[in-house]
């Protein structure tokens, strides 16, 4: 168990909805990280919060939006959601923006 | 900006065999971390080098981080089935940290 946690564990929605992913840091970490899976595919970074304030972006889709609230959890906002969003979507988070990164199970998202 | 990649993508050894991965970053690394995710898991933080030239080892598992700081790689001797998954290089540059694109290894029994 890393300590960070993810919910929901599965999402199951339709073409064109919104949906919310949530994240809990381990105790104490500042920095939270959101990446993409998809099917066999590496790591897609997506976006970092330090402290509540965005730190670094990556491939992030304009029709997505993360933001981390002052006790330090954070959501990932994906909007217009289409099939190829269809992925595994992991939460990490680290003491700091070089420290080591601890994951989260995971949230996986079916788009049908 | 900082690419870090890594090959091979995929691995497909006979267990007892050797294993090797290998990163390159185009720039400078403070430090690279090296990650494993099993199937069906979430990766999970293996080491970190820091220094120029640094080799740790656990078990059967040995990391190398260059002398220029800017490659690295992962060793694993005599393979066995509990070492499959994909594993990740991920290297920090000014604070910035940037994954590979991981290498799957398969181990036939």
């Known amino acids: 168990d890393s300590g960070v946690t993810q919910t929901p564990k599965h999402l199951i929605t339709a073409t064109g909805q919104r949906v919310t992913l949530r994240c809990s840091p381990r105790s104490g970490d500042l920095s939270v990280y959101w990446y993409q899976q998809s099917l066999d595919q590496g790591l897609q970074f997506l976006i970092q919060y330090y402290n509540g304030e965005e730190r670094a972006k990556g491939n992030i889709l304009e029709r997505f939006s993360a933001q981390q609230f002052p006790d330090l959890h954070s959501e990932l906002n994906l909007s217009s959601l289409e099939l190829g969003d269809s992925a595994l979507y992991f939460c990490?988070?680290?003491?700091?923006?070089?420290?080591?990164?601890?994951f989260g199970p995971g949230t996986r998202l079916t788009v049908t | 900006g900082q690419q870090v990649m890594q090959i091979p993508q995929y691995q497909h050894v006979q267990e007892g065999e050797d294993f090797t991965t290998y990163c390159n970053s185009s720039?400078?690394?403070?430090?690279i971390q090296w990650y494993k995710q099993r199937p069906g898991g979430h990766p999970v933080f293996l080491i970190q080098l820091v220094k120029s030239g640094e080799v740790k080892k656990q078990k059967r598992l040995t990391f190398q981080f260059g002398e220029a700081k800017k490659n690295s790689s992962l060793h694993i001797t005599a393979t066995q089935t509990t070492d499959v998954g994909t594993y990740f290089c991920a290297g920090v540059d000014n604070n910035d940290m940037r994954f590979g694109a991981g290498t799957r290894l398969t181990v036939k029994p």
């Open positions: 990490a988070s680290s003491g700091g923006p070089s420290y080591e990164q601890y």
């Open positions: 720039t400078t690394l403070s430090n």
